[in-house]
């Protein structure tokens, strides 16, 4: 079991009420809260995203990843169980695996040669007994020293659906429990026990805090204003049939939309994304079919506080993977991914369709910049703050998208977890 030592992290920010509708900039510019937000969200009592079973299908396959700003090592080891462990020798402290995919028998730290099982137990100590010269034995280590005290650090680990999380406590609730019925039902609804096949990678840094992109994806407000592909073919905008739902900590969310006509309506005209002009020279773009799985609606999207996104936009569905570093950027890593019984042609209208989305995607593209123009305000205005009171100033789901109800839901939790009571 992984345990930490939180150290002194001064209360700096200052709210105007006991509401979350008004959140101050300083939620994303100090370094002590995000040093805060490390130990109390992805270090202790929080399950991670770290990846899908897909990406190792075979013994000894190892993705290396991160969990909050600690690199960690997803692994099926040599009797076909999924671990992860900590990217950290024992010994010295080395990051000892530098690629990113790959299969191996055993680690070995390149700086001395210590080795490792795929479970992360030590099994091979360089002249752990010394070296014999001149009929005597020079150096080795002390007579108590015991390899089995001294393995990686091996992480709490739940799958579910082909789905890997990971938690650095040991301590943590199940999965289930931390997901809450409500978004497991949406869970389960993607992840439904179809084998997954993996089709591709995207990643990118962005100049902005980890949380705006959680943000980003539990606010129905942006995507019909922001976004001229959803606005103007009808994927995601507000005269679409929609509803919101949270977990009962209001830590996780699900945005539900059911697309509409596209072209123009009443409540779109005058939005100045909406381009009635705008054509596709190529209309296999919109060659969307309809799956028995999704039930109804034909995109839902999943906030996983707080490290990961589930995307299904029709027919392409993928993983959103938050990666912070620092305070004011984070690296996000996009896992395209289908089903292992989709047809050929299914199989190449989820990567069409993938063109949407990720760093260069017709939709997110926008997503990046916006962000990065939002921490740029933030840091040069740290003592104001934003206003999140579309729909009203309190937390609760809805049948509607005019709302930012998930983002005042969101920072509700994160002020419970946050703030020191007295």
Not at 245 to 262: C, L, P, Y
Request: proline share 5%; charged share 25%; net charge negative.
């Amino acid at each position: 079991m992984n345990t930490t030592t939180e150290g002194t992290f001064p209360d700096r920010i200052r709210w105007e009420s006991d509401g979350t509708s008004r959140i101050p900039f300083m939620a994303y510019t100090d370094p002590a809260q995000h040093r805060k937000e490390l130990e109390r969200f992805f270090y202790t009592r929080h399950w991670n995203y770290v990846g899908l079973e897909a990406e190792v299908p075979n013994n000894g396959d190892f993705k290396r990843t991160v969990i909050g700003e600690r690199s960690v090592i997803l692994v099926r080891d040599a009797e076909g169980e999924i671990r992860v462990v900590e990217n950290v020798c024992a010994h010295r402290g080395m990051q000892f695996c530098r690629e990113r995919h790959g299969n191996k028998k055993e680690f070995v730290c390149p700086y001395h040669q210590w080795s490792y099982t795929l479970k992360g137990d030590l099994q091979g100590v360089p002249f752990r007994r010394g070296v014999k010269q001149d009929g005597k034995v020079n150096g080795g280590m002390p007579a108590d020293f015991k390899t089995t005290d001294h393995g990686l650090n091996q992480l709490k680990v739940a799958t579910r659906g082909g789905v890997v999380f990971a938690s650095f406590d040991h301590e943590v609730e199940s999965l289930e429990d931390f997901l809450g019925p409500v978004i497991l039902g949406y869970f389960d609804r993607l992840f439904n026990g179809r084998k997954l096949t993996i089709l591709g990678y995207n990643r990118q840094r962005i100049p902005g805090n980890w949380k705006l992109m959680q943000e980003n994806i539990k606010d129905p407000y942006h995507p019909g204003l922001l976004h001229t592909w959803f606005v103007t073919f009808g994927l995601w905008r507000a005269d679409n049939k929609s509803e919101l739902k949270m977990d009962a900590h209001h830590r996780h969310a699900a945005m539900i939309s059911t697309r509409g006509q596209s072209g123009k309506a009443d409540q779109v005209t005058q939005v100045s994304s909406f381009k009635e002009s705008m054509q596709l020279h190529d209309p296999r773009f919109l060659d969307i079919v309809p799956e028995p799985w999704w039930g109804g609606p034909t995109a839902v999207m999943t906030t996983l506080f707080p490290s990961v996104i589930l995307q299904q936009q029709v027919n392409s569905v993928s993983t959103r993977h938050i990666q912070p570093d620092g305070h004011g950027a984070f690296d996000f890593v996009w896992t395209h991914f289908g089903f292992e019984d989709d047809t050929p042609e299914m199989t190449q209208r989820r990567l069409r369709q993938a063109n949407l989305f990720g760093p260069a995607g017709f939709v997110s593209a926008d997503d990046g910049e916006v962000i990065e123009f939002s921490q740029q305000g933030f840091e040069q205005k740290p003592h104001h703050r934003t206003l999140a009171e579309l729909g009203g100033r309190e937390v609760g789901d809805t049948d509607h998208m005019v709302t930012e109800t998930l983002i005042r839901g969101m920072y509700k939790y994160w002020r419970e977890v946050m703030e020191d009571k007295a």
